[in-house]
């Protein structure tokens, strides 16, 4: 198809063919209609390669597809992103992150090679030490410098049960220290926070074991269990510590059900018990259905009442971050993700030449902060994560300049290899792809 495309002169750009609405971003990408739309339905996972440890997928693999491929085999992938339909492919040319991040870094980090067509029509490989410099470039393009058609992920032995401890912490201060301890905790499989308002959180810690005690077993991604962050919330309310086993995939699809907290304003009564035992079965509806059926009034009503944003500041800014998504949007529970985040080239890395530990703040639902514009607020939330070094994920709305977003990232790998691989007729910039300034 790119040779094809080649050949008719290359007057336009080119994308993937797979409409907007199936995406896991709610935004609808403007530019499917305008561009060459290059179909890539490679879906399967293509091998798994015991003795290196590394399976090896096409782009369109979803998190449930691997995982529920590779359990019955005894392997899993370091960090598996939460929600069943997110894609390979998504994940390396966005981000993906999850709650072992703190020592396997974001999805890309568990990346071993990538396999690219690129603009030319030609099928290039690339890892750490073939193509480097494409191997870096890759994660977060959002597709502006090829097209992936294969990737090569780390595997690690998978177990049972993941044993979770709850822990309410309340007061800023102490949420902050508690939760930057547990993450730099390399025994702790797992840690996430899930703040409820500006003075109270649980934190989670989990450990990967096939060993369970038989009474404390959680199967939490049953139909009709509660939702998870309610059933966390129940911590906090009874000021009380916790032990549980919850089975490993369960855990790794913990929000799965509820997509985080957002289904409680899709069905408010979405928690009810009744509900549950009769209708859980139900949910959660596909984001992708909920995109293809949603009006444009509807849709508009969305983005301005409704924020669903990540930003990944350094850990030290931890406090200071959760102050100003209380000031600008007041949205709670707030989901905190911890990762460490390596000195590699390419359009994100730390400041400084070591390694950092950041966390990813997580705000998705309703502001609740009297006169929120979502342009003005989004723009002084930005504003912040650009002073303390930090990155917003790119699938949710983003209202910097082209300037901003270079402040933001760093370019240099990046259009060094759009020079040189000839990819400014091909594909457009990753600013004008996804930021709204470009695209109104």
């Not at 603009?119 to 890892?127: E, F, Q």
């Not at 080239?345 to 400084?352: A, E, F, I, L, S």
């Amino acid at each position: 198809q790119v040779r094809e495309w080649k050949n008719e002169g290359s007057r336009r750009y080119m994308c993937t063919g797979r409409p907007g609405w199936l995406t896991v971003s709610l935004r609808v990408g403007k530019y499917k209609k305008i561009h060459k739309n290059i179909m890539i339905n490679l879906m399967d996972v293509l091998e798994v390669d015991s003795e290196r440890q590394v399976v090896r997928v096409e782009p369109l693999v979803t998190m449930g597809q691997l995982t529920a491929h590779l359990n019955p085999m005894g392997w899993t992938i370091p960090v598996v992103p939460e929600l069943d339909d997110l894609t390979v492919g998504g994940l390396i040319m966005g981000t993906g992150i999850e709650s072992s991040s703190h020592i396997y870094g974001l999805f890309q980090h568990t990346c071993v090679a990538y396999e690219l067509v690129l603009a030319d029509g030609s099928l290039v490989r690339c890892s750490p030490t073939e193509n480097s410099d494409l191997f870096y470039a890759v994660p977060w393009s959002c597709g502006t410098l090829g097209f992936l058609v294969a990737a090569e992920i780390k595997m690690i032995p998978a177990k049972k049960y993941v044993k979770i401890h709850y822990e309410p912490v309340r007061g800023l201060q102490k949420i902050c220290e508690k939760f930057t301890e547990e993450s730099k905790k390399k025994e702790n499989s797992f840690v996430e926070g899930l703040v409820y308002s500006l003075e109270e959180a649980v934190i989670m810690t989990g450990v990967l074991t096939d060993e369970a005690e038989q009474s404390k077993i959680n199967r939490i991604g049953n139909y009709y269990k509660p939702w998870f962050f309610k059933h966390v919330e129940k911590y906090l309310k009874a000021d009380r510590t916790g032990i549980e086993y919850i089975p490993s995939r369960h855990y790794y699809h913990r929000h799965t059900r509820s997509i985080f907290w957002e289904l409680q304003d899709i069905i408010p009564f979405g928690n009810n018990p009744v509900f549950r035992y009769l209708f859980g079965w139900m949910v959660p509806p596909k984001i992708s259905l909920l995109k293809l059926t949603q009006g444009e009034a509807i849709r508009k009503l969305y983005e301005q009442h409704h924020v669903v944003q990540d930003m990944l500041v350094p850990m030290k800014s931890l406090e200071k971050s959760i102050q100003t998504f209380h000031v600008d949007l007041n949205v709670y529970p707030l989901w905190l993700c911890p990762f460490i985040l390596p000195n590699n080239p390419g359009m994100v890395h730390p400041k400084g030449d070591e390694a950092e530990l950041y966390v990813d703040i997580g705000a998705y639902g309703e502001p609740k902060r009297k006169q929120f514009e979502a342009r003005a607020s989004m723009r002084q939330m930005e504003k912040f994560v650009r002073s303390v070094h930090g990155f917003q994920m790119l699938y949710a709305d983003c209202y910097m300049t082209r300037e901003e977003f270079w402040d933001m990232f760093d370019g240099s790998l990046y259009h060094k290899l759009r020079e040189q691989m000839n990819c400014k007729d091909a594909f457009p910039e990753v600013y004008d792809k996804i930021c709204k300034a470009a695209r109104h």
